[in-house]
């Protein structure tokens, strides 16, 4: 079935009151959120998107696009909405969410609430061109940002295997054009680093022009991938909206 190619459950909770689905940054995997599942579960039942190009789907080809990313997530993502679902994303993920739970308020299936990281509101537009770049200058980009280990790209087979997924999402996240005025209906939570080079903090606290419900605001010490050292603060946020949601 299309769903069990996206989604992944490391810590399967039948019983859980309720779900959260979590998307990766550019680049990344469903197992990134393999710590998280691990926490949350059983209190809620953790669902790890698989972005097609990469781990046990490399051989499918990467999409290229936002849209239709989203419409393929949101279509794997109807047979589990009998329950509230919170919608999480980092960095490309968190426009990935956006992206979700517009189409999912657009069917009358709304989710609970959306906590985006790390990404800047849609409102915040930048120009950027890292996509085009050559090999060498998409790496260089990520090596900023700190989120992949350098050993990948100095392995000239590990580095092949990353490479075109890599560049389809940033292709993706950087031709994204969303509606001006597009909004959620339901609370938004955005989270992000102090120091983060791609998001900065007042672009993160943008996204409160993007909900007409309620909106919360976070920052931590760190960069791009703060979540990686502030993961308990994190994840107790997270297990505050999930309880909202239950």
């Known amino acids: 079935m299309a769903e069990d190619r996206w989604i992944r459950r490391y810590h399967p909770a039948d019983d859980a009151p309720a779900r959260l689905v979590c998307l990766a940054h550019a680049g990344g995997a469903a197992s990134y959120f393999h710590p998280v599942s691990r926490a949350l579960s059983p209190a809620a039942d953790v669902l790890a998107v698989q972005y097609p190009g990469r781990q046990d789907r490399l051989a499918e080809p990467p999409l290229r696009s936002v849209p239709e990313l989203a419409d393929a997530i949101t279509a794997a993502l109807l047979p589990w909405l009998d329950r509230p679902v919170v919608l999480f994303g980092h960095s490309m993920g968190a426009t990935l969410a956006f992206e979700i739970g517009l189409r999912l308020e657009a069917r009358g299936t709304a989710p609970h609430a959306a906590v985006v990281s790390g990404r800047r509101a849609p409102a915040r537009h930048r120009e950027e061109t890292v996509h085009l770049r050559d090999d060498e200058g998409l790496i260089a980009d990520v090596a900023l940002l700190d989120g992949t280990d350098s050993r990948v790209f100095e ?3 590990l580095r092949e295997i ?3 997924a890599l560049r389809a999402d940033y292709t993706a996240i950087e031709t994204y054009r969303p509606a001006a005025d597009a909004q959620l209906t339901v609370p938004l939570h955005a989270h992000t680093g102090e120091d983060d080079p791609h998001a900065g903090v007042e672009e993160v606290r943008a996204w409160s022009a993007h909900t007409t419900g309620a909106f919360t605001f976070t920052a931590y010490p760190g960069g ?8 308990p603060a994190l ?12």
Request: glycine share 0%; no cysteine.
């Open 224 to 231: 791009h991938f703060y979540l990686n050292e502030q993961a």
């Open 162 to 164: 990353v490479l075109p």
């Open 155 to 157: 392995d000239p087979e």
């Open 235 to 246: 994840i107790a946020a997270l297990r505050t909206v999930l309880a909202s949601a239950s």
